[in-house]
C-alpha cells in the first residue's frame, strides 16, 4: 500500500511497481515522449481545446518541457489508452497526494473516438491503476459546457462542490464511484471482469461509502427545515 514513501520516487519507479494494466478492453501505456506529438495534436483538436483548463494551443516542445518537469517528481501519473493497440484517449491523475490519497483527474479522447461510449470504459481501467496505487478520494475540474464530462461523471455519482471561473469542481469518494462502475460494468457485461479486479476490497469501499451516506442522511434529518413560506 502507497504511503509517504512514495513522494521520493520518481514516476517511472512508481508505475514499474503497478505493473502492465490492461483490463476492460484496454491498455494503459505509461507517456513517454514518443507520445507527445499525438497527444499535441488531439489536445489542439477543435473538439477538445475548448474544454482544456488552458484553452491555449499547445506545440510539441511546450509539451515536453512539461513532460520533462512531471517526470522528476511523484505527483502525477499520466497514460495514453489504447484499444487494440490503436490509441484511443489520455488519462491522468496530478497532484496526488500520497498521505491524504487523493488525486485529481483529468481525460480526453483521440478527437476520432469522440461518441464511441469509451469514457466509461477508460474510467474502469484507470480505476485499476487508483486501486493499484493505493488512492481513493478523486476530484475533477470541468468546464461548465462540457456536457459529455459532466453526464460522465453523473453517471458515477460524482459530488459537485462548488461552481467557479466557468468550471464545475466535482468530488469522488471511493465506495461511491466504484458502486457506480460496478454496475455500469454489468450493463456492458463485463461484471465478471469487475468483480475479478476488485473482489473484496469492493465490499469493504461499498459498506463504507453507505455509512457514509447513512450518516449525512441522519445529519440532514436533524437540521431544521431552513425554507420558508
Request: charged share 25%; glycine share 6%.
Amino acid at each position: 500500500m502507497p504511503d509517504n514513501q512514495m513522494a521520493n520516487k520518481d514516476i517511472h519507479e512508481i508505475c514499474s511497481e503497478i505493473g502492465k494494466v490492461q483490463a476492460f478492453g484496454l491498455e494503459c501505456r505509461l507517456l513517454d515522449e514518443d507520445h507527445l506529438p499525438l497527444l499535441c495534436s488531439w489536445r489542439n483538436h477543435s473538439d477538445v481545446l475548448p474544454f482544456m483548463n488552458d484553452t491555449r494551443k499547445v506545440s510539441p516542445d511546450i509539451l515536453r518541457f512539461w513532460f520533462r518537469r512531471i517526470s522528476k517528481g511523484s505527483t502525477a501519473i499520466y497514460h495514453v489508452v489504447f484499444r487494440q493497440n490503436q490509441p484511443v484517449g489520455f488519462t491522468g491523475l496530478n497532484y496526488i497526494d500520497w498521505i491524504n490519497r487523493t488525486y485529481e483527474e483529468e481525460t480526453f479522447l483521440n478527437p476520432e473516438y469522440i461518441g464511441h461510449k469509451l469514457g466509461l470504459h477508460i474510467y474502469l481501467c484507470r480505476e485499476l491503476i487508483v486501486k493499484k496505487l493505493g488512492l481513493e478520494t478523486a476530484f475533477v475540474s470541468i468546464r461548465i459546457g462540457n456536457g459529455r464530462a459532466i453526464s460522465l461523471v453523473n453517471k458515477l455519482a460524482y459530488e459537485l462542490l462548488n461552481t467557479n471561473n466557468g468550471f464545475h469542481m466535482y468530488r469522488s469518494e471511493c465506495g461511491t464511484r466504484r458502486k457506480a462502475l460496478k454496475t455500469i460494468a454489468r450493463a456492458q457485461g463485463m461484471e465478471d471482469e469487475f468483480i475479478l479486479h476488485f473482489g473484496d476490497e469492493l465490499d469493504r469501499h461499498i459498506l463504507q461509502a453507505s455509512s457514509i451516506s447513512g450518516m449525512k442522511q441522519a445529519i440532514s434529518a436533524d437540521k431544521p427545515d431552513m425554507i420558508s413560506d
